[in-house]
């Protein structure tokens, strides 16, 4: 996981692909790599506010999402 301090997100920084429609239903969401050996935390979102823990990640999934 990566260990600097998470970032933090409000509205308006969207996920493509229709995601935030699901994550805006949901009280609370975490979402995990579970690609290795053991999940790793990528964000984190909740009452609105995002906090992103693994930004390479985070950018990979934003870029599967387009295509």
């Known amino acids: 996981m990566d260990s600097s301090k998470p970032a933090i997100h409000g509205a308006?920084?969207?996920?493509?692909?229709?995601?935030?429609?699901i994550f805006i239903n949901a009280d609370q969401t975490r979402c995990f790599m579970n690609d290795g050996d053991r999940?790793?935390?990528?964000?984190r979102q909740q009452a609105g506010q995002r906090e992103i823990y693994h930004s390479e990640f985070f950018e990979l999934l934003q870029q599967e999402a387009l295509q």
Request: no cysteine; proline share 20%.
């Open 39 to 43: 999940p790793e935390l990528v964000f």
């Open 12 to 21: 308006g920084y969207p996920l493509p692909g229709g995601y935030d429609d």
